[in-house]
C-alpha cells in the first residue's frame, strides 16, 4: 500500500447525535473529519467535537459523551458506525496566545480491516522560501461524498502557532465546513503535514484557511496513558484527592510535583521518570497499584475494575502489582506507606483461634474465639489494649474433621464460613487493609481455610482470594510450648533483621522429598524457614509437626503434589521470587491466579494450579491473641 493510499484509508467522518421522536439518541449529518493516527487514535478539531455533543467548547473539561465517525475509504461495506470518546482535549480559548483546538479520539470499536494510521511527516524549514514548493492536498467532508481541495503553505507560523494556507486557483474547491480536522497531504513530503483547523472567518470570500504543524499535534505514541487517562476521567472529582495523594506519594522529585498540574501532566510526568535501584515495575504502574489499593480501601469496586482491565491491556496483573508495590524494598517512590520491620502499620488483623481441649486429648469438640486488631501500633497481648473481642468463645457444633472423612471436612468448612463471614460483617469502618490469621490445631492446618466461601448479596466471594490469608497453630498458644518459645522468638528476631532484604530461598530451606522426619527435624533445627515437600502431611510424627517443634516461625507446602504436570514448578517460583516479607502477597497473587482473578483467565481445575493447594504458615511472635498470656 502506497503512503498516499494509506493517507487516504485513515481519513474519517464524524456525525452529529441528535435525539429523534422516541428521544432516542441518533447519527445525524457530517459535522468535520478526523484522521487515524495511532492503532485506535484519531485526530479532530476540538470544536468538531463541541458541536457533535452539544458542549461549551471553550471547557477545560474532557467531554464524556460518544462520538460517532466513519471510515468512508475503507473497502468494507456497508461503512460500520464506530464509537469513539475523547481522551486528549486543547480546546479553543482566544484569551491565549496559543489557540490550539485539538481533540483526541479513542476508538471504542476496532477500526476496519485495512485502515492503518496515516504517514506523518515533520516541515523542517518554516522560515524559507521553499514554504510554497509544499503542495498540499486536503480531503474533508462538506457533503458526505467528500471534496479535496489544493492549497500552499501562505505563511510562516502566526503568533498563535496556526500556519496560513490558500489555494491560489481562481476555480477549484476551497477549504469549508466540513474540512475542519481534516489531515494535510504534504505532495512534496509525501506525508501528513498538519490538521485543518479552521477557515477564514474575517474574509471568508478568499480561498484562505488555517492549519495546525504536525509539530504540535500529540503523537499518541505511548498509547497506554491515553487509554488511562480517559479511564480516570470517568470517575472526575470522586477521586481527585486520591489521585493528587498518590501522585505525590509515587514521585520522588517534590519539586516537580508543582509544575505537573494537569491530570495529564502527572501522568506523563511518572511515565517519563527513569527506573532505578531495585524497582522493578514502572512509576506508571506502581501509581496505578498504589491508587487502586486506595480506592478498594474507600470500595470504589468500579473504579477499580477499571484499573484491573487497564492494567491487563498493558499485559499486566493488576494483583501482582498490588502484592510488589505492598513489598517493594524502595516504598518512598512507589508511594506506599512506610511500614517497621515486621509489620505494615497501616494493617488490621482477624485473629481467629480455633482450639481443641488442651486437657482432653480423646476430644473432638473445638471451640471457636476472634478478635479484631485495629491497631498494630498500639496493641498489647498481655492487656488486649487496641483489639477487640467480637463475641465470647463458641463451640462448634461440627466435630473435629478426621482425615479422609469428606462429609466432616465439608460440614468443618461450611461452619467456619459463616463464622468468618459473621466476623467480617462485625469488623466496624475503622478496620483497613484487612489481613486474616487463622489459628488451628495442628492436625487440621492441610485444611483448605483459603478455599472457604462465603455470599455477599448472593455473590460467592472466596476467602483466601479476597484477603492475605496466614495459617497459624494453635499449639503454639498453649502452656506446654513454653519449652519451644525461646527458639521461636529467636529464629522470629533473625527473620526481622532480614525482613527486607533477604530472598525467599535464602530463608526457606528446602526438604527434599522423601525425607525421613529426622532429617528433617535436622534441617528445622538450623533453618528460620522451611519449604516442605508436596504433600506434606499434618499431625504427630509429620513434617509440619518438625516446624512446630523446632519453633520455625515460617514454612510453605502445597496440600498435594504435581508429578506430572509440567508449569508447576514455574508456578512456584513466582511465589518465592523476591524478599521473605512480600510473601504473603505472593501466596494471595497465586490464590487470585488459581481462581482466574486478575489476569483474565478462566478458573483453574482443583488439579490445575498450584494455587489451590499452597499453605503458608507465618507465626508471627510479636502478634498473638490476648488468650496466650
Do not use: C, M
Given at each position: 500500500m502506497s503512503p498516499y493510499e494509506q493517507y487516504r484509508r485513515s481519513i474519517a467522518r464524524i456525525y452529529q447525535v441528535v435525539t429523534n421522536e422516541d428521544g432516542e439518541l441518533v447519527t445525524g449529518g457530517i459535522v468535520g473529519t478526523g484522521f487515524l493516527v495511532a492503532e485506535r487514535y484519531l485526530l479532530t478539531c476540538a470544536h468538531v467535537v463541541a458541536s457533535v455533543l452539544s458542549i461549551d467548547g471553550q471547557s477545560s473539561d474532557i467531554p464524556q459523551g460518544l462520538v460517532y465517525l466513519d471510515f468512508p475509504f475503507s473497502d468494507v461495506r456497508p461503512c460500520a458506525k464506530l464509537q469513539a470518546r475523547a481522551v486528549y482535549w486543547l480546546p479553543e480559548d482566544p484569551s491565549q496566545s496559543r489557540v490550539e483546538d485539538i481533540a483526541g479520539l479513542y476508538l471504542i470499536d476496532a477500526p476496519p480491516q485495512g485502515i492503518y494510521p496515516a504517514p506523518m511527516k515533520s516541515i523542517d524549514d518554516l522560515n524559507g522560501e521553499s514554504l510554497r514548493e509544499h503542495r498540499l492536498q486536503i480531503?474533508?467532508?462538506?457533503?458526505?461524498?467528500?471534496?479535496?481541495?489544493?492549497?500552499?503553505?501562505?505563511?510562516?507560523p502566526l503568533a498563535n502557532r496556526w500556519v496560513q494556507i490558500e489555494d491560489t486557483k481562481e476555480t477549484g474547491v476551497s477549504v469549508k465546513e466540513g474540512f475542519s480536522g481534516s489531515p494535510v497531504w504534504d505532495t512534496k513530503l509525501q506525508g501528513v503535514v498538519g490538521m485543518v483547523?479552521?477557515?477564514d472567518a474575517i474574509e471568508p470570500e478568499r480561498k484562505v484557511a488555517y492549519m495546525t504543524l504536525r509539530q504540535h499535534l500529540p503523537a499518541f505514541e505511548n498509547q497506554r496513558l491515553y487509554v488511562l487517562l480517559d479511564s480516570l476521567s470517568e470517575f472526575g472529582t470522586q477521586v481527585e484527592d486520591d489521585l493528587q495523594k498518590v501522585y505525590q506519594d509515587c514521585h520522588p522529585d517534590s519539586s516537580s510535583v508543582l509544575g505537573a498540574a494537569t491530570l495529564w501532566g502527572k501522568l506523563s510526568s511518572l511515565e517519563e521518570m527513569m527506573q532505578g535501584g531495585q524497582i522493578q515495575v514502572s512509576p506508571l504502574l506502581a501509581f496505578v497499584a498504589r491508587l487502586s489499593l486506595t480506592l478498594e480501601a474507600r470500595e470504589m469496586d468500579d473504579a477499580v475494575e477499571t484499573l484491573r482491565q487497564w492494567a491487563r491491556e498493558q499485559g499486566e496483573d493488576l494483583t501482582r502489582l498490588q502484592a510488589y508495590v505492598r513489598s517493594s524494598p524502595d516504598q518512598t517512590d512507589l508511594g506506599v506507606p512506610?511500614?517497621?520491620?515486621?509489620?505494615?502499620?497501616?494493617?488490621?488483623y482477624l485473629v481467629v483461634v480455633v482450639q481443641a481441649d488442651p486437657y482432653d486429648t480423646d476430644s473432638t469438640e473445638l471451640s471457636i474465639k476472634a478478635w479484631i486488631i485495629t491497631d498494630v501500633n498500639q496493641y498489647d497481648a498481655v492487656t488486649g489494649q487496641g483489639s477487640r473481642r467480637l463475641?465470647?468463645?463458641?463451640?462448634?457444633?461440627?466435630?473435629?474433621?478426621?482425615?479422609?472423612?469428606?462429609?466432616?471436612?465439608?460440614?468443618f468448612a461450611q461452619q467456619m464460613s459463616k463464622y468468618l463471614y459473621s466476623f467480617l460483617k462485625q469488623r466496624g469502618r475503622d478496620v483497613k487493609n484487612l489481613i486474616l490469621e487463622i489459628f488451628l490445631p495442628l492436625d487440621l492446618l492441610n485444611h483448605p481455610a483459603d478455599a472457604w466461601r462465603f455470599l455477599v448479596y448472593g455473590v460467592e466471594r472466596v476467602l483466601g482470594s479476597e484477603y492475605p490469608l496466614i495459617l497459624r497453630s494453635s499449639e503454639r498458644l498453649e502452656y506446654d510450648y513454653e519449652f519451644v518459645r525461646d527458639k521461636w522468638r529467636e529464629k522470629w528476631e533473625t527473620l526481622m533483621s532480614n525482613y527486607r532484604s533477604a530472598n525467599c530461598?535464602?530463608?526457606?530451606?528446602?526438604?527434599?522429598?522423601?525425607a525421613r522426619i529426622n532429617q528433617i527435624l535436622s534441617l528445622a533445627e538450623t533453618s528460620v524457614g522451611l519449604r516442605l515437600p508436596d504433600a506434606s502431611e499434618a499431625g504427630e510424627g509429620s513434617p509440619i509437626a518438625a516446624v512446630l517443634a523446632k519453633g520455625n516461625p515460617v514454612a510453605v507446602w502445597l496440600r498435594q503434589g504435581f508429578p506430572?504436570?509440567?508449569g508447576h514448578q514455574q508456578e512456584l517460583d513466582r511465589v518465592f521470587q523476591g524478599c521473605i516479607h512480600s510473601l504473603p502477597g505472593q501466596v494471595k497473587s497465586a490464590r487470585n491466579e488459581a481462581l482466574g482473578i486478575g489476569d483474565g483467565r478462566p478458573q483453574h481445575t482443583d488439579d490445575d494450579h498450584v494455587g489451590h493447594h499452597l499453605v503458608l504458615?507465618?507465626?508471627?511472635?510479636d502478634r498473638l491473641p490476648p488468650i496466650a498470656f
Open positions: 480531503s474533508g467532508f462538506p457533503i458526505p461524498a467528500g471534496q479535496e481541495a489544493h492549497a500552499v503553505i501562505s505563511s510562516a483547523l479552521a477557515k512506610q511500614t517497621t520491620d515486621n509489620e505494615d502499620s497501616n494493617a488490621s463475641f465470647p468463645e463458641h463451640k462448634l457444633t461440627t466435630h473435629r474433621p478426621t482425615s479422609g472423612d469428606t462429609e466432616a471436612e465439608l460440614a530461598g535464602a530463608v526457606l530451606t528446602p526438604v527434599p522429598t522423601g506430572n504436570r509440567p504458615l507465618w507465626e508471627d511472635y
